[in-house]
């Protein structure tokens, strides 16, 4: 029998994990699952908070993935590539061996509103629509200068910064990387010059340190691990 030639897209939303599996000759997909069969928890300790342990995101990767793979019948071999697209906004602190640090704080909580608005002010409107092409407002690097601010012994032990999708590829394949893609939406990234926005990070006192390493967005963020490929 020929072998296949699959592509494995993974969704992380903050409800579900998606995974589809397409024939890479044709585009047609070839399998699809969803896990859990109920949504994620969403913790929501205080009024305009919302938080999901990273975790689950990547336990429910392995069972989407697993019961995509059952159905199509596929052989982990036949999967040339995964892409991974995932919720926008929320914030993964780890620290230098990978662990997560502090429950991610998502999309929708709303806690960092008045820390990214006092950056815009400290900014400029026109710096913020020209080089970030919005507000800081309630944006992934906010949080991080919240959590710098209310939970200074969790912070001090961050080694990486991470959106949800980097979480995941870090658990993929060891690697923290993130795209200019990401820091976009996470409004890390300077459009005008091309680069990690310095301008914010000083203003939000964040050290660039904790940015992971940018690669190209369609790039490659690195090669699954085997233990990861076993989970």
Not at 34 to 43: G, K, L, N, T
Not at 90 to 105: A, F
Not at 175 to 197: P, Q
Request: charged share 25%.
């Amino acid at each position: 029998m020929t072998a296949r030639r699959l592509l494995l897209g993974l969704d992380v939303g903050s409800s579900f994990v998606k995974a589809a599996l397409l024939d890479a000759a044709s585009g047609l997909r070839v399998a699809a699952a969803s896990s859990p069969a109920a949504e994620m928890r969403i913790d929501a300790p205080f009024p305009g908070w919302a938080e999901q342990d990273p975790r689950d995101w990547w336990l429910n990767v392995g069972h989407a993935t697993r019961e995509a793979m059952r159905e199509s019948a596929a052989r982990p071999e036949e999967v040339a590539a995964i892409g991974i697209s995932y919720q926008m906004h929320g914030l993964v602190l780890v620290d230098r061996e990978g662990q997560v640090l502090r429950p991610s704080i998502i999309w929708c909580d709303s806690r960092a509103v008045e820390t990214g608005e006092q950056a815009f002010e400290e900014l400029g409107r026109i710096n913020c629509f020209a080089r970030l092409l919005n507000s800081p407002g309630n944006f992934t690097a906010s949080k991080a200068r919240w959590v710098k601010e209310h939970e200074p012994d969790v912070f001090a032990r961050a080694d990486k910064m991470l959106l949800p999708g980097d979480y995941v590829g870090l658990r993929m394949t060891g690697r923290a990387a993130t795209t200019a893609c990401g820091l976009s939406e996470a409004i890390l990234w300077d459009y005008l010059d091309h680069r990690v926005s310095q301008d914010l990070l000083d203003v939000l006192g964040l050290d660039p340190s904790l940015v992971p390493e940018v690669v190209p967005t369609f790039g490659n963020q690195g090669e699954l691990t085997a233990p990861a490929a076993g989970e």
